[in-house]
């Protein structure tokens, strides 16, 4: 089974920390990708990378960054966190074929910033 | 601009069928996607749609008309289990995809 593992369930930060959100998948996956999920919004893209040390820009960026050193691990960095960040950051991972492209997700992390 | 538009909400009672509606206007279009969602749990997979017309799988089945920019995802047999929330997603240029807001699906006894 694939799994997709992310460093915590639950985080609390203050304004201005530097956050790091670390997301971990088991299946040689080429693509992975981080999602910010808030109530009646749905996922929203934040980053996503489709190979180690790349990276690409998805519908929300600002106020994130992302690292991808190595092939299983995808990390999210809020540089200096605000509380408009809180929120369920979902990670998620898929294999490099155009079109299909199932995603796997992780549990998730819920953030909160005060 | 991207888009797609769900119902916010859906109520069925157990054994019923419903139908989850969704349009889109993307920029890019490789097919629709449809994930759920338990309160609390991770998105999951239920089916792809790349091509017109029906797939099923099982008590589920989504359909696309990529000509009229929709598609929908059936549930049949409505059981209590199936009440989470649906997002339809379009995979826009082979790699992302791009989520709707997700209905929530409410099914009582």
């Known amino acids: 089974d694939v799994k997709v593992t992310q460093s915590s369930r639950y985080l609390v930060k203050r304004t201005g920390e530097k956050v790091f959100l670390e997301c971990v998948q088991d299946m040689d996956h080429e693509n992975m990708f981080w999602y910010r999920q808030d109530p009646g919004l749905g996922l929203r893209l934040i980053y996503f990378?489709?190979?180690?040390?790349?990276?690409e820009k998805g519908d929300i960026p600002e106020g994130y960054s992302v690292s991808r050193e190595k092939k299983e691990r995808f990390s999210l960095i809020l540089e200096s966190a605000s509380t408009n960040q809180t929120s369920m950051y979902l990670c998620?991972?898929?294999?490099?074929?155009?079109?299909?492209?199932?995603?796997?997700f992780g549990p998730g992390t819920r953030l909160t910033v005060l | 601009g991207q888009s797609l538009e769900q119902p916010s909400e859906v109520t069925a009672v157990e054994g019923a069928i419903v139908q989850i509606n969704c349009t889109y206007q993307?920029?890019?279009?490789?097919?629709l996607s449809w994930y759920q969602q338990h309160d609390g749990g991770a998105p999951t997979f239920l089916s792809y749609?790349?091509?017109?017309g029906l797939e099923e799988t099982g008590r589920f089945s989504s359909f696309l008309s990529r000509s009229d920019s929709y598609g929908y995802l059936l549930l049949q047999e409505l059981q209590m289990k199936d009440s989470a929330s649906y997002f339809c997603a379009v995979n826009q240029a082979g790699t992302a995809l791009i989520f709707g807001k997700g209905t929530t699906l409410s099914v009582s006894s």
């Open positions: 990378s489709y190979d180690v040390k790349m990276k």
């Open positions: 998620a991972s898929s294999v490099g074929l155009a079109g299909h492209n199932e995603q796997f």
């Open positions: 749609n790349a091509l017109d």
């Open positions: 993307t920029s890019g279009f490789y097919g």
